[in-house]
């Protein structure tokens, strides 16, 4: 498996890699003040290493990039969104095992 870290996303290179993309992309939405957020940060890092090609994990500092946290109206974090054809189809918020994030995933794959 290699080792795929999740792609930083910023307003700049969000609509080339999310809105664009061919694949469908898992968006966590996250802060390094929350708790919850440590928690689901090595799923993700698990999440790219085993989609690698059939999908992009990116995540969003809510801090630094406000302008994408208020355009999805993030009210807490995590909020894992999936987007597919440049659109929300499938929404997370809390931490939540690996399974319920492989479960989105599978189905939109």
């Known amino acids: 498996m290699a080792d795929k870290k999740v792609t930083e996303l910023t307003k700049s290179n969000f609509e080339q890699l999310v809105i664009k993309s061919d694949k469908p992309v898992l968006v966590d939405f996250w802060a390094a003040w929350c708790g919850p957020c440590r928690m689901v940060a090595p799923i993700m890092e698990e999440l790219a290493g085993e989609y ?12 630094d990039e406000n302008e994408l946290s208020s355009k999805f109206r993030i009210m807490s974090i995590p909020t894992v969104m ?13 931490a939540r095992p690996k399974s319920d994030f492989e479960k989105i995933l599978d189905k939109n794959i």
């Open 52 to 63: 690698d090609g059939k999908a992009l994990i990116a995540k969003v500092n809510v801090d």
């Open 82 to 94: 999936l987007f597919k054809d440049g659109q929300v189809v499938d929404k997370i918020v809390g």
